[in-house]
C-alpha cells in the first residue's frame, strides 16, 4: 500500500513539473489510467517552448504528409480520366492552349502569325506535338529564347534546343529583357531559363484556322456562357 501512495506522491510531483501521463506512465512502470487517477485534479502543464516546437513540428509533417498523399491520388486519378487522349482532344487542347498564351491579331494591330511563348517545357512539348496534328512541318518553326539578360543565356539556350531537338545555332538570336533591380523576381536560380518562343512561318492562315476552331469552342458551349458585355473584344 505504502509503495502505491509513495507512486501517487511521485505521479503528482511529476505532473507538477510539466511531465505528459504518457512520461509518467512510463518512468513509475504504471498504466496511463491510473496517472489519470492519481492527477487529474492538478491543472494541466503549459508547455514549453521547445516542447511547442515539436508539438507543432510533428504536427506539421503530419499534415504535409496527409496533404502530399491527397495530392498523390488526386493527381492519380485525375490523370487517369484522361486515358484514352484522342486527336481530338489534342486539336482542342492546342486550340485552347494557343487562345491563352498565342499571339492574336488585334482590330488596332493586324498581325496574324502564329507565334506562341511559353517558359513550361512541358507546355512547350504540348503545343509542337498540336503543330504536328494540324500538318506544321517542324522545318517551318523557329524558335528564339526570351530571358533576362543577368541570367544564363547560353544554359537555358541549350536547354530549350534540346528540347525541342533542333541544333543551337539554329536558334533565332535571344531576346534579352533588361534587369531591373527593383523589380523582386521570383523566376531566378539555376532552373530559370526564360520563355521559348515558337513562330510558325507563313502561318497567316494557319491563323485563320485557329480563330476559327476557337469560335467554334465558344458556339459549342454556348448558352452556357455569359453574354459578352457591349463594346467588348470577343
Known amino acids: 500500500m505504502k509503495a502505491k501512495t509513495d507512486d501517487q506522491a511521485r505521479a503528482r510531483a511529476l505532473r507538477l513539473q ?8 512510463r518512468e513509475l512502470g504504471v498504466s496511463k489510467s491510473s496517472v489519470s ?3 487529474r485534479d492538478l491543472p494541466r502543464p503549459r508547455k514549453s517552448p521547445a516542447d511547442l516546437t515539436r508539438h507543432m513540428d510533428m504536427m506539421r509533417g503530419v ?10 491520388r488526386n493527381r492519380k486519378r485525375s490523370r487517369g480520366e484522361i486515358d484514352p487522349f484522342t486527336d481530338r482532344d489534342l486539336l482542342i487542347a492546342g486550340v485552347a492552349l494557343y487562345w491563352a498564351e498565342g499571339s492574336k491579331s488585334k482590330p488596332w494591330r493586324a498581325n ?3 507565334i506562341f511563348t511559353n517558359s513550361d517545357p512541358n507546355m512547350v512539348r504540348v503545343y509542337l506535338a498540336w503543330l504536328r496534328l494540324v500538318g506544321v512541318a517542324p522545318e517551318d518553326c523557329g524558335f528564339r529564347v526570351s530571358i533576362h ?5 547560353t544554359e537555358a539556350e541549350r536547354f530549350w534546343a534540346q528540347l525541342v531537338g533542333v541544333p543551337v545555332e539554329t536558334l533565332y538570336p ?5 534587369h531591373t533591380p527593383k523589380t523582386n523576381r521570383q523566376n531566378t536560380g539555376d532552373g530559370y531559363r526564360g520563355c521559348l518562343v515558337v513562330t510558325v512561318r507563313r ?5 485563320e484556322r485557329i480563330e476559327g476552331w476557337w469560335a467554334g469552342i465558344v458556339d459549342g458551349v454556348g448558352a452556357q456562357l455569359p453574354a459578352i458585355p457591349p463594346g467588348s473584344v470577343g
Not at 65 to 72: D, K, P, S
Not at 149 to 153: G, I, L, N, Q, R
Open 63 to 72: 499534415r504535409n504528409g496527409n496533404l502530399e498523399r491527397t495530392y498523390a
Open 149 to 153: 539578360m543577368s541570367a544564363d543565356v
Open 174 to 178: 535571344p531576346t534579352l529583357k533588361r
Open 112 to 114: 496574324k502569325r502564329v
Open 18 to 25: 510539466g511531465k505528459t501521463y504518457d512520461d509518467i506512465a
Open 37 to 39: 487517477l492519481w492527477v
Open 203 to 207: 502561318s497567316s492562315e494557319l491563323y
